[in-house]
């Protein structure tokens, strides 16, 4: 595979790099950049003057995992660049080759794609109530442990259609509309790219000697967890 | 004080329509603030009069999984395609969303088709494909706090309380926060645009308030999608909003609202984490800075009940700033269900003052 052309025709590539004046703009605003060994007028930089080994170094890099998908850099360049948009295609091309896996920060898209890609596909949102708790996210506090422990009695008074197959706040999604979003997804790569997530990971953890089943298994916690568990 | 420089949100107007609109709810604002889309469908329909279709057909944008890199864009788009057909068929032209990530999302899809169009023609036979489904471009895209922006006035007139301190007559000081999405993709599809955007500006404007300018006000709450989802890189969510709480709290703000689901979450969340690790408190007596979202804000001063409108459900408390509306609320209502029942009471906080 050449890395460069393939990098090329991906449109978040075509509309985020115009000509780069290396200004700094996009590091200097970044919330990311502030935070993490991540910058951004490098990361662009890097891919304009491009060689076919610099794109498989970042390709197997942390830095293109810090970003945050803000899209300030996007409203300062004074050159209409994007870095958030070259992130876009930097990422989706190391899963596509693999080379994801190797970056403890691209790893981590297997915990993603088991929290967010699966929730999708199972409940018709991203974020569901059912999956939300104190241990994944302690920082929800403890009202929202007395919301989990009375979460139906506190939706109906709220008006919400909780498990309901109506409209409504957190309704359940029909079968048919999840039926379609299957089908979506298989049309459109979306499968596909969550088969490359679990194939490739499947591969690194038994690398890293961790057992690897589905769900939330142990390669899970050493994504999700990182260095606190 | 108007310069020219924040005036220059005048610039940058949108088309906002009048009527008959199709909703689409939003992931995040549905589970950690349940109340708060029900509020705005009751604002639109009851108060303002208008038609609002609430679909039970639709599903996610995807923009959570899109923004974090785990799915193709050509996804987001047919899911999209998928949303706008089924406004199609229920007779819709005009489409309004209620995440900042999906109005970001809408936006950046109908942005690709007009440079890419091929692209628009791919989403269309995947989604024949995949649903059967077809589709019109919407007429009008906008986001919830556009219609609220726009019936600010009415909204006013029709109000209860104003954004005054009872006690001493003042204007509360009224922190706006943006959800990066809204505007800094495309700013001229946000009223007032990235830089100086009016959209909840305008809120506190005709209700009352005074607007808080603070250094970090444009500054990005700190979601950064896959930051946040993963545990082990949270700390850089929670560093940019704490990042904004420094540079606010100098202006002593009486409360903060913001138009991004997102955005409300993690400054009402952050603000516990905080208080519990370093013991600091932004509010005035140990106490939080309370987080709106508009609905929310609106819902207040149209006068319903605050239990009724589920800010019980906010981990930082919101009885300083109803008080300092004037607003009468009976604390013993606040946890129970429905005709009174008792469920209970979450645990308090070691070090941030809740009620």
């Known amino acids: 595979m050449e890395f460069l052309k393939e990098l090329q025709k991906d449109i978040r590539?075509?509309?985020?790099?115009?000509?780069?004046?290396?200004?700094?703009?996009?590091?200097?605003?970044?919330?990311?950049?502030?935070?993490?060994?991540y910058d951004p007028r490098i990361i662009v930089d890097t891919v304009q003057r491009a060689t076919e080994m610099d794109i498989i170094q970042l390709l197997k890099s942390d830095?293109?995992?810090?970003?945050?998908?803000?899209l300030s850099c996007k409203t300062r360049c004074p050159r209409d660049n994007t870095p958030g948009y070259i992130i876009q295609a930097l990422r989706a091309l190391s899963i596509e080759t693999g080379l994801f896996v190797e970056s403890r920060q691209g790893q981590?898209?297997?915990?993603?794609?088991?929290?967010?890609?699966?929730?999708?596909?199972?409940?018709?949102?991203?974020?569901?109530?059912?999956?939300?708790?104190?241990?994944?996210?302690?920082?929800?506090?403890?009202?929202?442990?007395?919301?989990?422990?009375?979460?139906?009695?506190?939706?109906?008074?709220?008006?919400?259609?909780?498990?309901?197959?109506?409209?409504?706040?957190?309704?359940?999604?029909?079968?048919?509309?999840?039926?379609?979003?299957?089908?979506?997804?298989?049309?459109?790569?979306?499968?596909?790219?969550?088969?490359k997530i679990e194939k490739h990971s499947a591969q690194k953890a038994d690398e890293l000697g961790i057992e690897f089943q589905t769900g939330k298994d142990k390669y899970f916690d050493y994504l999700y967890e990182g260095d606190q568990k | 004080m108007?310069?020219?420089?924040?005036?220059?949100?005048?610039?940058?107007?949108?088309?906002?329509?009048?009527?008959?609109?199709?909703?689409?709810?939003?992931?995040?604002?549905?589970?950690?603030?349940?109340?708060?889309?029900?509020?705005?469908?009751?604002?639109?329909?009851?108060?303002?009069?208008?038609?609002?279709?609430?679909?039970?057909?639709?599903?996610?944008?995807?923009?959570?999984?899109?923004?974090?890199?785990?799915?193709?864009?050509?996804?987001?788009?047919?899911?999209?395609a998928r949303q706008f057909a089924l406004m199609t068929e229920a007779g819709f032209e005009n489409f309004v969303c209620s995440c900042v990530t999906s109005f970001g999302i809408y936006s950046e899809v109908l942005e690709t088709w007009k440079h890419f169009p091929e692209k628009e023609e791919e989403a269309?036979?995947?989604?024949?494909?995949?649903?059967?489904?077809?589709?019109?471009?919407?007429?009008?895209?906008?986001?919830?706090?556009?219609?609220?922006?726009?019936?600010?006035?009415?909204?006013?007139?029709?109000?209860?309380?104003?954004?005054?301190?009872?006690?001493?007559g003042n204007p509360l000081k009224v922190v706006d926060h943006i959800g990066c999405h809204y505007a800094k993709i495309f700013p001229e599809k946000g009223v007032g645009g990235?830089?100086?955007?009016?959209?909840?500006?305008?809120?506190?404007?005709?209700?009352?308030?005074?607007?808080?300018?603070?250094?970090?006000?444009?500054?990005?709450?700190?979601?950064?999608?896959r930051q946040y989802l993963l545990k082990s890189n949270r700390g850089y969510s929670l560093s940019n909003s704490k990042y904004k709480f420094d540079s606010m709290q100098p202006y002593h703000p009486d409360v903060i609202i913001t138009n991004c689901p997102g955005c409300t979450f993690f400054l009402d969340r952050w603000q516990y984490v905080i208080?519990?690790?370093?013991?600091?408190?932004?509010?005035?007596?140990?106490?939080?800075?309370?987080?709106?979202?508009y609905e929310e804000l609106a819902g207040l001063l149209l006068g319903y009940n605050p239990w009724d409108i589920g800010l019980q459900l906010h981990q930082v408390t919101v009885e300083p700033l109803l008080d300092k509306l004037g607003i009468v609320y009976n604390p013993e209502e606040k946890y129970k269900g429905l005709q009174g029942l008792d469920l209970g009471k979450p645990e308090m906080p070691e070090v941030l003052r809740c009620c």
């Open chain 1, 63 to 70: 830095t293109i995992w810090y970003c945050g998908e803000c």
């Open chain 1, 108 to 195: 981590k898209q297997l915990a993603i794609k088991r929290t967010v890609g699966d929730h999708i596909l199972q409940y018709g949102y991203c974020v569901y109530i059912d999956e939300v708790n104190t241990d994944m996210y302690p920082e929800q506090g403890p009202v929202w442990d007395w919301l989990s422990q009375n979460r139906a009695h506190i939706l109906e008074r709220l008006g919400a259609s909780y498990k309901k197959e109506q409209s409504g706040t957190l309704r359940n999604t029909s079968a048919e509309s999840l039926n379609d979003l299957r089908r979506i997804f298989e049309e459109t790569g979306g499968t596909q790219r969550f088969d």
């Open chain 2, 124 to 168: 269309r036979q995947a989604l024949m494909r995949a649903t059967g489904k077809t589709f019109e471009i919407p007429k009008n895209l906008v986001h919830t706090s556009d219609l609220i922006y726009k019936f600010r006035k009415e909204i006013a007139s029709r109000a209860t309380f104003r954004l005054l301190d009872k006690h001493t």
């Open chain 2, 2 to 80: 108007k310069t020219a420089k924040n005036t220059n949100w005048e610039n940058y107007q949108k088309e906002i329509a009048d009527d008959n609109y199709y909703f689409a709810r939003s992931c995040i604002r549905q589970n950690f603030f349940p109340a708060a889309e029900d509020i705005f469908l009751k604002i639109i329909r009851k108060e303002l009069g208008k038609n609002i279709f609430d679909d039970a057909q639709q599903t996610t944008c995807t923009g959570i999984a899109y923004h974090s890199g785990i799915i193709p864009f050509e996804t987001t788009m047919t899911v999209v």
């Open chain 1, 13 to 37: 590539y075509i509309e985020g790099l115009h000509a780069c004046i290396n200004c700094g703009t996009c590091t200097a605003i970044c919330p990311a950049a502030a935070v993490s060994d």
């Open chain 2, 194 to 225: 990235a830089e100086f955007p009016y959209v909840l500006a305008g809120l506190i404007d005709d209700w009352g308030g005074a607007q808080v300018d603070y250094p970090e006000r444009r500054h990005c709450c700190g979601f950064g999608f």
């Open chain 2, 275 to 293: 208080a519990e690790m370093e013991g600091t408190t932004y509010g005035e007596n140990g106490y939080g800075i309370p987080v709106l979202t």
